[in-house]
């Protein structure tokens, strides 16, 4: 069948507008996502875009209650090629790391919350 015709360009997830500073301090402090420019016609609205190797994660603002993101599974999973390096990291930063409760084979993980509630798996694939 050849090429797919389909990849993944972007990713958007929301916060609320009252946490854009924290949620940009979290992206690009907490976990070192570089931040590039938004359009100038989008820029106006606030939020933050990241470039993450060929995809981006878009985060805009609007007004929704973080606490209702809180207890969500929905995510994105981010895949590292050493997570124990991640973890050690994340932790010296100060982000809460949460443990995974449901082993599953053929790869190792933890999550974590953004300041909007935003759930995020990090893994690393194991043979």
């Known amino acids: 069948m050849g090429e797919p ?6 990713v958007q997830i ?3 507008r009252t946490l854009e500073a924290e949620t ?3 992206y690009g402090e907490g976990l070192g996502f570089r931040e590039i420019a938004k ?5 106006r609205n ?11 994660l878009h985060v805009s603002l609007e007004d929704v209650d973080p ?6 599974r929905r995510h994105i999973a981010y895949d590292v090629a050493d997570l124990d390096a991640v973890e050690q990291e994340l932790r010296r930063r100060g982000l809460d790391i949460i443990p ?4 599953t084979a053929g790869l190792r993980r933890f999550y974590l919350r953004d300041p909007g509630g935003n759930r995020l798996e990090i893994i690393q694939k194991i043979d």
């Open 14 to 16: 929301t916060v609320p």
């Open 5 to 10: 015709r389909f990849r993944i360009d972007h």
């Open 67 to 72: 606490a209702a993101n809180g207890t969500s």
């Open 100 to 103: 995974d409760r449901q082993p």
């Open 46 to 56: 606030g939020g933050m875009w990241y470039q993450l190797g060929a995809v981006q």
């Open 39 to 43: 359009p100038t016609e989008l820029a």
């Open 24 to 26: 940009r301090r979290f």
